[in-house]
């Protein structure tokens, strides 16, 4: 493992590991300077003004207007512009580019399940490639875990029951450490592994010696047949008795309760899990609830599934679906229910 040239310091390996020291440094010479500037002020005056004689009194002191403006204005430049700084930081760091490649992240005790988007399953390893951006999607199975990757200087809770994300470039290939970072139980400490940085073109074949396992987007189709999701939200998710799923992922859905949200993974696996909680317009709360039917992972693949549904024949899918794409979804339907619940407006 490389360290850097500054003891303790991690190998710098990701686009925006060197920005983060360059504040880390800012901030540490800052506390520096002060540091020093204060203590040797105050030995100093320690000396200079020490007691001379017993009955010593000294002058008192009015106050300055001078002197109080100045010990406020500049410490409050050195604040904005730790802030500033940081803010700026942390903005590029929590907004995902819009072309990384995604890949699943299921933190368990007391290991880390890492699954890509053609298939290929890890444990406690990550393969990457050099010079593209990824975005880690991630989620937990039991308890809360952090997954800290020190040379990328990104740093994240995985929850249960929700989804959080990092994004990083990697800069040069190597083999990085992994962390968790939250204490997570008995072995905590051991639920560690490597980030391994491929050349893009290793990488690829990489992920291409692999190929024979199933992409999460397949296994999640399987899911959506074998779980009866078809019957209500049409062989090809484009809606039925209900909402269509195809093109769903990342546009506005208008609710029930007047609400209106912007379909993410925590949307999909809550209605998923309680579908009453957030009901589309037009529909009504008839979907059953399959909480503890589906694991972390088949949530994962039942998304990507969702997410790889495109929209079909320009079919405008951001309201309840069109009336003709509901009549062979309802027919197909064995129970059909009499009438579906729409009324477009
Ligand atoms: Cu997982 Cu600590």
């Known amino acids: 493992m490389q360290t850097s040239w500054i003891p303790f310091i991690p190998e710098s390996a990701s686009t925006i590991s060197g ?27 320690v000396i200079k003004y020490r007691r001379r004689s017993p009955f ?56 880390w399940k890492i699954q890509h988007s ?3 399953r890890e444990i406690n390893e990550l393969h990457v490639p050099a010079g593209r951006k990824i975005k880690l999607i991630m989620t937990s199975e039991d308890t809360i875990h952090d997954l800290f990757l020190p040379a990328f200087r990104i740093k994240a809770d995985v929850l249960p029951g929700r989804y959080t994300t990092q994004w990083f470039e990697a800069t040069k290939p190597g083999t990085y450490h992994l962390f968790c ?16 940085v491929m050349q893009p073109t290793d990488f690829d074949n990489w992920l291409s010696g692999n190929a024979s396992q199933q992409s999460p987007a397949v296994a999640g189709q399987q899911l959506y047949q074998s779980l009866g999701c078809v019957s209500c939200h049409g062989a090809t998710g484009e809606g039925g008795r209900g909402p269509a799923l195809a093109g769903l992922f990342g546009r506005k859905v208008f609710l029930t309760n007047n609400q209106t949200l ?21 529909f009504n ?44 979804a309802a027919a197909a339907t064995p129970n059909a229910v009499a009438t579906p619940q729409h009324n477009p407006k």
């Open 19 to 45: 920005r983060v020291d360059a504040l880390y440094f800012y901030l540490s010479g800052v506390t520096l300077f002060f540091t020093l500037l204060i203590s040797g002020v105050l030995i100093f005056f």
């Open 56 to 111: 010593e009194i000294p002058r008192p002191i009015a106050g300055s207007h001078k002197l109080e403006t100045l010990w406020s204005v500049i410490p409050l430049i050195i604040a904005m512009s730790m802030f500033v700084w940081g803010a700026q930081i942390y903005f590029e760091n929590s907004r995902t580019p819009k072309n990384a490649n995604e890949i699943y992240v299921v933190g368990k005790q007391w290991m």
């Open 118 to 120: 053609t298939g290929q």
């Open 181 to 196: 970072a939250e204490y997570c139980g008995m072995n905590h400490s051991g639920m560690i592994g490597s980030i391994i």
């Open 262 to 282: 912007t379909a993410d993974e925590g949307y999909i696996r809550e209605s998923i899990e309680n579908p009453s909680a957030k009901v589309v317009t037009g």
């Open 285 to 328: 709360p008839i979907m059953p609830t399959f909480q503890g039917q589906v694991s972390p992972e088949q949530l994962i693949q039942i998304i990507s599934f969702i997410k790889s549904l495109q929209i079909t024949g320009g079919q405008a899918a951001s309201t309840p679906p069109a009336a003709t794409s509901t009549a062979p």
